[in-house]
C-alpha cells in the first residue's frame, strides 16, 4: 500500500469533511509553493532595487541640472568679468596716458592703448574640452584675478600720482584773482604816470574800489603791508619757488605768516601807490623771474601738469 497523507476538515454543524494526498503530490504542491513564494519575494526585492536605484538616478538627473545651471553661470559670469577686465586694462593704459608726461603722450595712441588689451586676451585661457570645464572655468578665474591685481596696483599708482597733482596744483597759481580783463599786459610798455619805457611785470585787471581780490593757490603770507609805488600789496608764498603778488590795494585782509588757500579774500581793489585807476597789479614769480601770469589764469590740472611740472 502507497503511503499517502489524509486531511480532515470540520465545520461547526459538526460535517467534517476528508481526503487524502499522495506523498508524491504533496511534495510537488510543496514545491510548487515553495517556488511561487521565492519568485514573489524576488519581485519584491526587485522592485524595491529597482525603486531605490529609480530614485537615485532622478537624484542625480537634478543634481546634474543643477550642476549645468551653475556652470552656465559661472561661464557667463566669467565671460563678463573678462569683458570687463578687457574694458578696465584699456582704462588704465588710457589714465596711465593722462597722468603721463606730454613726450609720453605723443608715443601713446590707440595701437598703444589695445595692446594691452590683445596681450589680455592672448594669453586667456582657451581648454575647451567639456570634460576640463570645471577646471577651465578655474584655471579662467586664476588668470583674471592675476591680471585683476595688476590692474587694481596700477591703479592705486594712478591714484597716488592723481593726489600728488592735486597736492600740486592747490598750490599752483591757476585762477584770476578777480575776474574782469586785462587792461595792461605782461611786457614792455610805456609807463602811464612816469612817461619812460619800463619792463611791466605783472598784469593789470581793473574793478571798482572795494571789490575783493582772491588767492590765486595755497599758501602763506610772506608779505603784507605797504610797497612803495606798489601801495598796499600781499606777497603770497607757494611751493615750486612760486610767488604772486597782489598790488595798488586798498585794504589788506591777511597777516603776514598766516595760511591762506586758494580763491580766499586777501583785499580789496583800490588805486594806492603810483596807479591811475582801480585795479589790481597782479604778477607770478618763480624764483626771482618774473613770468607771463595770463598762463596762470585759466589753469586746470591736466594743463598744469603739461606746461609745468
Known amino acids: 500500500m502507497k503511503p499517502s497523507l489524509s486531511f480532515i476538515i470540520t465545520r461547526p454543524n459538526g460535517r467534517a469533511f476528508r481526503f487524502k494526498l499522495s506523498v508524491f503530490l504533496a511534495k510537488i504542491i510543496f514545491g510548487v509553493s515553495l517556488f511561487l513564494v521565492a519568485v514573489l519575494m524576488t519581485s519584491v ?142 611786457g614792455w610798455r610805456t609807463h602811464p604816470l612816469k612817461r619812460s619805457k619800463q619792463f611791466h611785470k605783472g598784469i593789470d585787471i581793473p574793478a571798482w574800489i ?10 602763506f603770507v610772506e608779505f603784507s603791508g605797504w610797497g612803495g609805488g606798489y601801495g598796499w600789496i600781499v606777497v603770497l608764498s607757494h611751493k615750486f619757488g612760486y610767488k604772486t603778488i597782489y598790488a595798488h590795494l586798498s585794504e589788506i585782509e591777511v597777516n603776514t605768516g598766516r595760511k591762506v588757500f586758494k580763491g580766499q579774500i586777501i583785499g580789496k581793489i583800490g588805486t594806492s601807490g603810483l596807479s591811475t585807476g582801480p585795479h589790481v597789479h597782479y604778477e607770478v614769480r618763480q624764483r626771482r623771474k618774473a613770468l607771463e601770469p595770463s598762463m596762470y589764469l585759466d589753469l586746470d590740472l591736466f594743463t598744469a601738469v603739461s606746461k609745468l611740472w
Open 45 to 186: 526585492v526587485a522592485n524595491v532595487k529597482l525603486m531605490t536605484h529609480y530614485h537615485q538616478t532622478k537624484h542625480v538627473a537634478h543634481e546634474q541640472e543643477v550642476q549645468a545651471d551653475v556652470i552656465r553661470i559661472l561661464k557667463q559670469e566669467v565671460e563678463s568679468l573678462r569683458q570687463l577686465m578687457e574694458d578696465l586694462i584699456k582704462k588704465e593704459e588710457a589714465i596711465r596716458q593722462d597722468l603721463g608726461k606730454p613726450k609720453y603722450r605723443r608715443l601713446s595712441n590707440r595701437r598703444k592703448i589695445n595692446r594691452k588689451a590683445k596681450r589680455f586676451v592672448k594669453n586667456y585661457p582657451k581648454d575647451k574640452q567639456d570634460v576640463f570645464i570645471m577646471h577651465k572655468i578655474s584655471s579662467e578665474l586664476d588668470y583674471l584675478k592675476k591680471n585683476l591685481l595688476v590692474v587694481e596696483k596700477n591703479m592705486r599708482r594712478h591714484v597716488d600720482v592723481f593726489d600728488q597733482y592735486l597736492a600740486w596744483f592747490d598750490e599752483t597759481p591757476s585762477i584770476w584773482p578777480i575776474y574782469g580783463y586785462v587792461r595792461s599786459g605782461y
Open 210 to 219: 572795494g571789490a575783493p581780490v582772491q588767492a590765486t593757490a595755497d599758501g
